[in-house]
């Protein structure tokens, strides 16, 4: 059984940064690609960022290229989501999720290719 377990959300002024964490056990996690999702209020789940298995990677939505960076520590099994300049679009609930495929070749952007999801962590910006 696979758990992903998210932390360090919280409430932050605009132009203000947060560092997120996802936690994962129960599968090798060095051998999947790691993403990002959030979701507002009255939205879809949408994608923010992944990362390869093998870190040489990433991929960003276009909304928070320049400002967030994914990163990941294998022997820690967790990512990380550093998240600078931060802006009142960007509150949601954010989400990490693994890559159903083993060792994909490239990193992916839609929901239906990762099959594990954490419970979440939420993250307010005040303007």
């Known amino acids: 059984q696979v758990q992903l377990v998210e932390s360090g959300g919280g409430l932050v002024q605009a132009g203000g940064s947060l560092r997120l964490s996802c936690a994962a056990s129960g599968r090798t996690f060095s051998s999947y690609t790691m993403g990002w999702f959030r979701q507002a209020p009255g939205k879809e789940r949408e994608f923010v960022a992944a990362?390869?298995?093998?870190?040489?990677?990433?991929y960003y939505a276009d909304s928070v290229k320049g400002r967030f960076t994914i990163y990941r520590d294998n022997a820690k099994n967790t990512v990380y989501l550093q998240m600078n300049s931060l802006n009142p679009e960007d509150t949601a609930v954010y989400h990490c999720?693994?890559?159903?495929?083993?060792?994909?070749?490239?990193?992916?952007?839609?929901?239906?290719?990762?099959?594990?999801w954490g419970q979440g962590t939420q993250v307010t910006v005040s303007s």
């Open positions: 999720a693994a890559d159903r495929i083993h060792m994909r070749p490239y990193v992916v952007d839609t929901t239906y290719e990762y099959d594990y």
């Open positions: 990362i390869s298995w093998s870190r040489f990677s990433t």
